[in-house]
């Protein structure tokens, strides 16, 4: 055992009792052992902290803290950041969990200095453990450099369009890089710190995707992208949004970003959110843009739900059979 962490595991968690022990167990379980891991509990009323006290490992770091909400989410993440003594940072919620040789497989790839983040297949569970399907970036070989960000940035041409360093619990990033990026970011209102964050350190270094499964993450009805899900679509299209705003006109052009469809793209998942909601006013002004200014599959997305909000017929499960096909930007 290493007296000395190579990886700190960031754990943050709240009212995680039927799953922190899984979590826990998948990192005591790791086959590489020069790693500490930081649990912070935002005040959990479940009985999550007294399971965790039960674990007497002294790479375990155990902080709780009074209860502080999804909405200071980054206070959490970049608590435990200023607390990392580890050159990398891996991801880890306190209900999700890991297979025993995630760290032995992922950290050799650091062995390029050029590398700072990684990343692998994800399977989805349920709450019994369950397999419900499995998450890894679509038609990878054909879109390599862009997955890997090589050149450095033009990952952003895809990424902008959608989130596709999922689930977290597979990542593990070059710490030095992501202090330089000022840590964690979770702007305001938005309950999610990984898109802002991954957005940023696009400029900063290449990726690395390892087709090896790294990470287990949990779907349960407590979870976030459950409770919030209108405002993690609505956050992802103001996240985008922002981003592009900030980009000068020859970074669009570098990194071969078509605006005018991204933008398209925006409207259409804000009018989603407005959707769900059940604010079909806003809905319908967001799916006319995307209708204006968009590509054929978004255009055509955008008046089946425009045409759910009219009708009020609900028409999303037919949106949904037709995702699989979407456009690589």
């Known amino acids: 055992m290493s007296d000395f962490p190579l990886v700190s595991i960031i754990t943050p968690t709240y009212n995680h009792k039927n ?18 891991q930081i649990i912070i509990d935002d005040g ?25 909400g999804i909405w200071h989410l980054s206070e959490a993440y970049n608590t435990a950041l200023k607390l990392a003594r580890g050159e990398f940072i891996a991801i880890l919620e306190g209900d999700d969990f890991w297979p025993a040789d995630k760290l032995e497989k992922q950290i050799p790839y650091f062995d390029d200095a050029g590398v700072i983040l990684t990343w692998g297949k994800g399977i989805i569970v349920d709450d019994k453990n369950q397999v419900i399907d499995e998450m890894m970036p679509k038609h990878f070989n054909k879109y390599k450099n862009i997955y890997q960000n090589i050149p450095i940035g033009i990952a952003l041409n895809r990424l902008l369009f959608e989130n596709f360093i999922v689930p977290t619990a597979t990542i593990v990033i070059r710490r030095r890089s992501l ?18 964050t991954w957005l940023k350190l696009c400029l900063r270094g290449r990726f690395c995707f390892i087709n090896e499964v790294l990470g287990f993450w949990r779907r349960h009805r407590l979870q976030t992208t459950n409770l919030f899900n209108s405002e993690m679509i609505l956050g992802t299209a103001e996240i985008s949004s922002h981003f592009l705003d900030d980009l000068t006109l020859d970074q669009r052009k570098s990194y071969g970003i078509n605006t005018h469809e991204l933008m398209s793209m925006n409207a259409y998942l804000r009018g989603t959110a407005y959707h769900i909601k059940k604010d079909y ?35 999303f499960k037919l949106i949904n059979s037709i995702k699989v096909k979407i456009k690589i930007i």
Not at 44 to 62: A, L, P, Q, V, W
Not at 288 to 293: H, N, Q
């Open 179 to 196: 202090i330089e990026v000022g840590g964690f970011e979770q702007p305001i209102g938005i309950p999610f710190v990984d898109y802002a």
């Open 44 to 68: 959990s009323i479940d009985g999550t902290n007294e399971i965790i006290k039960t674990y007497k490992d002294s790479r375990i770091r155990f902080i709780n803290q009074n209860h502080r």
């Open 281 to 315: 006013v806003k809905s319908n002004k967001e799916f006319i843009k995307a209708i204006i200014g968009g590509y054929n599959l978004i255009r055509c997305k955008a008046f089946i739900g425009l045409l759910s909000n009219v009708t009020g017929i609900e028409l």
């Open 19 to 36: 799953f922190i022990g899984t979590c826990i167990e998948s990192v005591l379980r790791q086959s590489f052992d020069a790693w500490e």
